[in-house]
């Protein structure tokens, strides 16, 4: 597999694909998502989207006592906006590569920066 | 996604080369890019970490994260609020644009 | 959608009081005071010199803070009330 990030070069909002294809990276990485409503769970990262939704196999909720209508769950696909969080495992993250993509989006520009954003 | 256009007349500036002027705010994340920062979270949570990565929703990745998060708890009996912090750490963190408050880089005085 | 020209538009007044001490308060509660840097389509806001203040109390400094606007994918955490302050 190839480990690295690649933005075809003339996309409008480029904005959507850093953290795609930054998950795409994880796919096979154990991962765990902290939702906006506390639950957390572990498991291995299966795949990813462009909104950001996550499908995970071999799940464990963090606090099985406080959850236990979770324990028989065995995998799992989590929407995107309810994520809080996502525990990497550091490793597994060329920091380097990260922060030139990110700058490298930072270039392109975005509608917010021309200004007139109409809504028709 | 599809229903916001661009002003017609406005014609796409040419992308600007890296400069440290911030003329627009994500220019205050971007030069904070490798450097530890404050994000203030919804539900009184803050991080301490390294930004690795951002996007226009504020995604960011996070490396050698402390999350602080503030609890007030009710005494049972005196009804007195008690304030207490919760202090967690994480490596690595990817952490959701919708749930930014604030932003703010290390100082550069 | 043509703005006539010669009425001042919000976008206006927000470009004049770029460089002057504001006020931002968000829906939470939470004030911010500090000197307005720039702002962008959705509403994201740059301050310098920013203090925080809750329920009257000074809680916090910042020497530059990104402040996350209203934008078109969420709904906001900020509404932007954004007024000269003396």
């Known amino acids: 597999m190839v480990r690295s990030l690649h933005f075809p070069s003339k996309t409008p909002s480029v904005s959507r694909f850093l953290f795609y294809s930054f998950f795409k990276t994880l796919v096979g990485q154990q991962v765990t998502v902290e939702l906006k409503n506390d639950l957390a769970i572990t498991g291995v990262l299966i795949s990813v989207d462009q909104f950001l939704n996550i499908k995970l196999d071999e799940i464990k909720v963090v606090d099985e006592a406080r959850y236990p209508h979770m324990i028989p769950v065995k995998n799992c696909f989590i929407r995107g906006s309810v994520v809080r969080y996502v525990q990497l495992p550091a490793q597994a993250v060329d920091t380097a590569l990260l922060q030139d993509a990110a700058r490298r989006e930072a270039q392109q520009p975005t509608t917010a920066q021309q200004g007139n954003v109409r809504v028709k | 996604m599809s229903d916001v256009v661009p002003a017609p007349t406005t014609a796409v500036p040419a992308p600007a080369p890296e400069t440290n002027a911030v003329e627009e705010p994500l220019d205050l994340v971007r030069l904070s890019l490798d450097e530890r920062i404050y994000v203030k979270l919804r539900g009184d949570r803050e991080l301490r970490g390294k930004l690795h990565a951002y996007d226009g929703h504020l995604n960011m990745v996070l490396g050698d994260v402390e999350e602080t998060i503030t609890v007030v708890d009710i005494n049972e009996e005196t009804y007195e609020e008690v304030i207490r912090t919760v202090k967690r750490n994480s490596e690595m963190l990817f952490v959701r644009g919708d749930g930014v408050i604030l932003v703010s880089p290390p100082s550069r005085a | ?86």
């Not at chain 3, 703005?3 to 509660?29: H, M």
């Not at chain 3, 500090?34 to 329920?55: F, K, P, R, S």
């Not at chain 3, 109390?57 to 007024?83: E, V, W």
Request: hydrophobic share 35%; proline share 3%; glycine share 8%.
């Open chain 3, 1 to 86: 959608m043509e703005q006539p020209s010669q009425t001042r538009s919000p976008t206006d007044f927000l470009n004049s009081v770029i460089g002057r001490r504001v006020l931002v308060k968000l829906n939470s509660g939470v004030d911010y005071k500090g000197v307005l840097a720039c702002l962008d389509g959705y509403m994201n806001i740059a301050l310098e010199q920013t203090e925080e203040w809750v329920n009257g109390q000074l809680k916090n400094r910042y020497g530059d803070a990104f402040i996350r606007g209203n934008n078109c994918y969420t709904s906001a955490p900020t509404r932007l009330a954004c007024h000269r302050t003396a």
